[in-house]
């Protein structure tokens, strides 16, 4: 039986000789890159050739940022007030007067911040509080899937829904210098595909905060959410529990030592949760703003190559030895094996 | 009818049972068969009318034989189940179902996608697997076979089509479909020869023969009245037995195993037999013998288990830590009535976040966490290895190195489960017939008169000399190697014997033309064979019982004796008469055959030659036959045992020619006494023909001897020393003869002189003492304590020379031993033992000894353990083993089939194992660390930043960059690194065998490189997350005065892993293809053009991703700047570890490296050096038989200065 089948296939005279080519031997011409002295040596000093020069760079661009940061969050509340919650939740005007001094020429644009520390967020049950469909299409005004529970007022929907939106802040500041106005524009201070894309230009505000409980900023209900740059900055949640956003920004150049007043509304509650809120004036450079981690760490790093690169020198130059040597191999240590 | 009388009236019509005595004859079984009907014995076959009424009731099993996993219906419940089997599937799937419902960190869909991915693939694997087995099985179904149709017509059929009670006509050379009972051949006495080579691997044919009753039914015709019951035992494994009995004729007549012919044996030498079918199909012995095709699963898988459980208990164990800060955080929400984080509602929620309830918040949670940190586990990782050991599969297939031009069959690797197995094989166990030789004996020395003839040169000397580096070596008296003679292959089967001084007649030129004369006409005439001229070239072959009968007659034929027929009393020869000088035929009187046994290890013919002389011709093994010599007759003695020492060092089998004139008294003595013993039918019966022959045996004349080569296949002594540098051990178990063993030992260098050689056998007198007394209880305690016995001297022997390195034992062991040392009390101490000796080897060791020892390696060492075999006979072996290799010969599927890996030819298990094994090993342990390492990476940032969200459960990620992790970016370089890595060449590979000791050893998988790589993604994991929230704090992210928000940060965060990953994977590659350089790049370039597009799809499917590149990633240099630093600082600890390991820890393929790089590998001393200190003694091959040798020859000077 066997010899049939073997004669039949010998019909077809198909040899199952394998074909030959070097991807299927496997000889496929590669570069098989071992980590000699000089390998070692070479990048780690590339490493250093490159960090240095761009963690000073980054340092420089970092120093050039002028920050003023004030922390108002206790000042603004009486002395004699004991319950902090209890008067930032009483309705009324709340307002405080805060100085800053300039400590650096700034040139413009000097973008306003505030900043919240250890509001969470990024907390999932908060993240997921919004309904993105709403937010664009003033047809899917009653989708409100995932806003409970702000998502309904007295049986009507409220538009934007979702907790996101309800804690929208509302602290407000007004800038003075000797008593002239400081000009906050709040125009362009969103992401542009936010504004174009994700809120809708016929979507308006309804029902908003019209509920029992007020948790935060009041929208105007005859200005689409499009335009509603405080909302759509605030609706881009933060990734980590201190963050700034930001509230506008200045088209004026401030000079060093320059005293500038700041009226502020202080109405959001971050008192419960013991957050602290934080008003910032700071420049940008190309690098974004204020922050000495990034050049110092290239910096460290790139110096620490360079070490490395230098104790290697010195461990090849001064004990050279074959590297194809094999009595370092772990093995022959092994006693089993003499 | 077609064929039927084709064997009648043509040539011999012998007797042969006359001139066999028929040891195994018809043994009476009486008490045996008492037992036909009773439980166990219920079988009743009507032969020649399975359509009957009582047939049907029974309705027997058809003889379709399946071995395939799974059916049409049963594959999708079947392989969906052994899917969901594996803990990190089933996972999956219960969080996939979760996935569903509120509790989710990410969407379902995105949850689900990748674990229908998976779990497809695999099943399409599987499927196209068992398709393939599937075809196998119908091939074998559709085998033709002769059966009778009914009226005497026979025609063919498939042999899925047989029934039980079916007459089938097996003819020459044909495999039988089923088991058979045997009715009759084409011999008159109803004998037929059967190879059972694929059930027990012995080569020698076995004689059946029918029962006197049937040998009538010559013709297809004398079948069409046949009838008979059979009555016999219910299917079992046992292949040596049959109980039965065969009503014909209302006569009942007790059948034996003699009239069984199994299924996948064949049919030699005989035209043609009828039989009956008796067992079908999956009820043959043959198949109930082979046990269910074990599932078999890596070590490294296994241990990579291990490590998933390791995975989940981390998992577990950050999901509990998160659920217990999640409850605290949740708890605190409330206090009195008034809401802490108030922008979270925290008086108006679901249970998931209740702070009222916030232990069952925290549960909810800690499922929450369960499902969010499932990038722990990697999900692809079991259908990424499947894939990539598919392609390595096609690699071992594709490798021109191991295909077999003669036979045109390349390797074939059956499953890919086990390619790493192959790298970390520790013990060989190999069957000998068919795997280590050839199965053909060459005639290729011989000594006469005390002179050597014979200039071949074998293969074991060939491969020493090899080694030696010297060309072909001068071999011979003369010195002059004709170097033409010795290299063209020799034309004729079995003889390879090259001497100018005794060939083409020259011999009666020599000194002693007598001797020679008288040497060579004992191997034309003492042997068994039956000669078959070819009537029109004149031209003689012989069918021999054993291939070595078959080269003495051929050698006896070509030097000028030429045995050419044989009839029933007589021998045939045409010989050189040396009075004459010419050829004259002669005939010699065949008086007596004393046959060949493992006890007399001789055997002799007593002829009577034309001058009515009575002779004696006898051959034997050497430690029988030289105290038979008689005091004039060893004249020759020294200087043929001299050459006899050396054919054996030189892996020859040797046997000693003598003979011996018997006076006719003597003879009549003999012949009385003889034929007594022959016809008793007591118990004692061979006793008494051995006691008979041994009267005559005696004061022989010594002749010469003869040196046999049993013909190891090409190369097989070099891959044995190849595998033993490689510190692989090799054991040889085989179903043949303790001698033959031993000398297949020598050729191929596991045993050599100077090796002490510890042999454990039941041969001894006492047992043979009690063996004939036959109490079979008392008989079994003294054997077991005998073999206790022996293992403990070998013990003491092993032990007392620990320590010292040049004392190399070899172990050698026989079945009836092997039953003994098997058993649970004795196997610890014989496994000690044999861990001990450099070589093992098992004889005479049955299919079902063969696996168990096996199993006692495997289990007993806790080793890999790769068994080789051909035939049926190594099946069991071949599935006990970690790996099972099948060699795909000549003869029969048995072995491949259930093999895991089929090769044509020994030779290339080098390649297979050393190369491929070693490969295969490295890349997939590195891809599994690789594995961990990437998803800890992944997991653990998740988890970092699931920390500074109040342990919400919020993932930092998107959640299509979540599922898209380990599909997309991540996956295909790593199995680009699983399929083409290469830590050195297979030239290196193959010249440095010892860089396999990696493998056997696990250093490239041990617990300390996987937490290694498991610290690695730790460390990788910190540095990218607190540098980037370092980075990115709260200050404005670019110009325009914007921060930073979750989107970003997850965008930038997933780029830095991304960049890591890949890099790292650049980093462990050390091969650097271009393929390599397009995956590993192309990932990276994925990763952006993924971005790109899934960031212009609209928001509503995009969410937090719309646009997010365009115009918040590239534009801003602190994107690219934070990613190339944070890239950068993650793979500085693994580079300067790697650099300072390379430097003074490197491992073995770290060294080979730099010799290669260094351009030392063509310095060969340099390279020797390299070897010799980097191994340990190597205890057997030729190197160390060479180093033995040396040792031998220094010891000697020192002696003798």
Redesign the interface.
Known sequence: MENTDTSTSTVRRNSKRPRYSKFTQQELPACKPILTPRWVISAFMLISIVFIPIGVAALFASRDVVEIVDRYDSECIPANETDKVKYIQTPGEKSCNRTLTVPKRMKPPIFVYYQLDNFYQNHRRYVKSRNDQQLRDSKEANSVSGCKPEDFNNGSVIVPCGLIAWSLFNDTYSLSRNNITLNVSKKDISWKSDREHKFGKDVYPKNFQSGGLIGGGILDPNIPLSEQEDLIVWMRTAALPNFRKLYGKMEVELQENDVIDVTLGNNYNTYSFNGKKKLVLSTTSWLGGKNDFLGIAYLTVGGLCFFLAMAFTVVYLVKPRQLGDPSYLSWNRNPGWR | MAGGGGGRGKRKKLQFSKIYSFRCGKQSLQDDHSQIGGPGFSRVVYCNEPDCFEAGIRDYASNYVSSTKYTLATFLPKSLFEQFRRVANFYFLVSGILAFTPLA?YTAVSAIVPLIIVVGATMVKEGIEDWRRKQQDI?VNN??VKFHKGNGVFDYTEWKNLRVGDIVKVEKD??FPADLLLLSSSYEDAICYVETMNLDGETNLKLKQALGVTVALQEDSDIRDFKAIVKCEDPNANLYSFVGTMEFEEQQHPLSPQQILLRDSKLRNTDYIYGAVIFTGQETKVIQNSTDPPSKRSRIERKMDKIIYLMFFILFLISFIGSIFFGVYTRDDLQNG????????PD???A??DPRNAPLAAIYHFL?ALMLYSYFIPISLYVSIEIVKVLQSM?I?????M?Y?EA???AHARTSNLNEELGQVDTILSDKTGTLTCNSMEFIKCTVAGIAYGRGITEVERAIDRKKGSPLRNDGVNGDVDLLSSNAKSSIKGFNFRDDRIMNGNWVNEDNADVIQKFFRVLALCHTAIPEVDEETGKVSYEAESPDEAAFVIAAREIGFEFYQRAQTSISVKELDLAFGKKVERVYQLLNVLEFNSTRKRMSVIVRDEERKILLLSKGADSVMFERLANNGKSFEEDTMEHMNEYADGGLRTLIIAYRELGDDEYTKFSKKFNEAKNSVSADRELLIDEAAETVEKDLILLGATAVEDKLQNGVPDCIDKLAQAGIKIWVLTGDKMETAINIGYACSLLRQGMKQIIISLESPEILALEKAGDKNVLGKASQESVLRQIKDGKKLLDASKGS?TEAFALIIDGRSLTYALKDDVKNLFLQLAIGCASVICCRSSPKQKALVTRLVKSGTGKTTLAIGDGANDVGMLQEADIGVGISG?EGMQAVMSSDIAIAQFRYLERLLLVHGH?CYRRISTMICYFFYKNITFGFSLFL?EA???F???S?YNDWFLSLFNVFFTSLPVMALGV?D?DV??RFCLRFPILY?EGV?N?LFSWRRILGWMGNGFTSAIIIFF?C??????????????????????GIMYTCVVWVVNLQMALAV???????HILIWGSIAIWYLFLVIYGAMS??FS?TA??LFI??LAP???YW??T??IT??AL?PY??F??LQ???????H?????????G?SEDVE?CD??RQ????PTTVGHTARLAAKSRREQNDNFGLG
């Open positions: 960190p091939e085998r033709k044909q495999f008034r809401m802490k984080r108030w922008y979270l509602l108006d929620t679901t998931y976040f929450t690699f297939n594709q490798d021109v190195h295909y031009e045109d069959k390349p390195t000549v490969w930043f500074h969200t109040a919400s459960g919020q930092a083409f290469q060449s297979a000791q050893q250093v540098f929230i370092k980075a990115l704090e709260e200050q404005a992210f670019r110009d325009d005065g914007q921060v930073a928000g979750y989107a970003i940060f997850g050390s091969y650097f293809t271009l393929i390599q928001p509503t969410t719309y646009n115009e918040a801003s240099p602190s700047i934070v190339m630093f950068i600082s500085v580079f300067t790697s650099a390379m430097r003074f820890f490197p491992m073995f770290g060294t080979i490296q730099w010799i290669r790089h260094e030392f340099y050096m390299v200190s980097s191994i340990r």
